[in-house]
Each structure stands twice: as structure tokens, then as C-alpha cells.
T-cell receptor, first 116, second 113 residues
Framework: GAVVSQHPSWVICKSGTSVKIECRSL??????MFWYRQFPKQSLMLMAT?????????EQGVEKDKFLINHASLTLSTLTVTSAHPEDSSFYIC????????????FGSGTQLSVL | KQEVTQIPAALSVPEGENLVLNCSFT??????LQWFRQDPGKGLTSLLL?????REQTSGRLNASLDKSSGRSTLYIAASQPGDSATYLC????????????FGAGTQVVVTP
């Protein structure tokens, strides 16, 4: 079945560095990718929606210059946390529908980011 | 804006008991509602998806109901097992927000042997 492969699963970095998270769709083409983050004890919140070949759409309150999203191909979307700070420590997860409908959304396994 | 609330936030039951997890949402204009399972530090596993026109869905020991008019959904897990210990999330997709899931904060379930 359709799978979204997300890497890395966890990353620890120093404050001020940049971190790239990749989500690859396997066996299907992901024209759209949704990026969520989850702070401890809180719900998953949508950060942005990326569409292949066009600029990502960011939710209110999400800094587009800090969270760079690239969706250059139908099978790869990346989220780069630039100049990460401790407050960016969170669980990041991607999701993609496998077709025109949204009945079936496939999730990556998530990335736990810890910024020291 | 859709708000999804899950009660209780945490639940602990002995093995064999039935679990009842509640989810409420403020905007009834939903496309569907889904229940997910999340294990610590891991991704999401889709459990059940209920279309807006449906009243319930069943899969094995799991049954989820949907009452759009009252903005509620309930997940029942029969004869709980220690392996059911996880956080359960409900999420809606609104009719005007294609593909964007609005999640509740989850119910953390512990099933003790």
C-alpha cells in the first residue's frame, strides 16, 4: 500500500543551526503534502500545505521564512527549520493524500526535533 | 474555526474493560471524521474513518459513531488489551478545508494487565 517515508525520525541540534526533514511518497505521487507539528501535551496543528511545483501555503502564525518548504517533485517534500531555537523543539509530521480525494491520508512516521 | 475537543484527556482501565472515548466538534460542516492511534514518538495509525453521511464505522473491536447534529463522535474499544495503550486522536476535515485535518488533543489510554 501507499507509504510516506519520513526522515529523520529524531534529531538533536544546537541552537542556530538548520534542520531538514524529508517526506517521500512511496508507490504514489503526492501532489500535496500537509505539514503538522505537535508540542508536548498538545494537539497536532497544521503548519503549512505544500503543492508540487508551487509555493507552500502557511497557516496563520507560522513564519514562512523560518519554516522553508520545498515540494520540487511529486514524491518529495522537505521542511527546513532555519536557525532553530529551543522553542522549535517539537514533533513534526507530514501527511499526503494518495489521490484526488482526501478519504485516505497517509502519514509519515514523524520527526522529533530537540534544539539545545 | 473548527475546534475539536476530546474528553477525557487520560484514561486508565484494567484489561478486559470496554473503553469509551469522546470527541466533540464545533462546526458540523465536516467532510469526514477520523480516529487515529498515536504511539509515543511515532506517527499516526488510522483506525476508522466516518464519512459525514454515515452514522458509524466498525473494525474488529473498534466501533465509532458520528452524530453531526450534536457535533459528537464516540470511539468504543471492546475488551481492552494492554496493547491498546496509546493516545487516541480524533480529527475532522471541514468541507471548506480540503485535506486539512483539525485534531483534538487526544485521550491517553493505559490498559493495565
Amino acid at each position: 500500500g501507499a507509504v510516506v517515508s519520513q526522515h529523520p525520525s529524531w534529531v538533536i541540534c544546537k541552537s542556530g543551526t538548520s534542520v531538514k526533514i524529508e517526506c517521500r511518497s512511496l508507490d504514489f505521487q503526492a501532489t500535496t503534502m500537509f505539514w503538522y507539528r505537535q508540542f508536548p501535551k498538545q494537539s497536532l496543528m497544521l503548519m503549512a500545505t505544500s503543492n508540487e511545483g508551487s509555493k507552500a501555503t502557511y497557516e496563520q502564525g507560522v513564519e514562512k521564512d523560518k519554516f522553508l518548504i520545498n515540494h520540487a517533485s511529486l514524491t518529495l517534500s522537505t521542511l527546513t527549520v532555519t536557525s532553530a531555537h529551543p522553542e522549535d523543539s517539537s514533533f513534526y509530521i507530514c501527511s499526503a493524500p494518495d489521490g484526488a480525494g482526501v478519504e485516505k491520508l497517509f502519514f509519515g512516521s514523524g520527526t522529533q526535533l530537540s534544539v539545545l | 474555526k473548527q475546534e475539536v475537543t476530546q474528553i477525557p484527556a487520560a484514561l486508565s482501565v484494567p484489561e478486559g474493560e470496554n473503553l469509551v472515548l469522546n470527541c466533540s466538534f464545533t462546526d458540523s460542516a465536516i467532510y469526514n471524521l477520523q480516529w487515529f492511534r498515536q504511539d509515543p514518538g511515532k506517527g499516526l495509525t488510522s483506525l476508522l474513518l466516518i464519512q459525514s453521511s454515515q452514522r458509524e464505522q466498525t473494525s474488529g473491536r473498534l466501533n465509532a459513531s458520528l452524530d453531526k447534529s450534536s457535533g459528537r463522535s464516540t470511539l468504543y474499544i471492546a475488551a481492552s488489551q494492554p496493547g491498546d495503550s496509546a493516545t487516541y486522536l480524533c480529527a475532522t476535515i471541514s468541507t471548506d478545508s480540503w485535506g486539512k485535518l483539525q485534531f483534538g488533543a487526544g485521550t491517553q489510554v493505559v490498559v493495565t494487565p
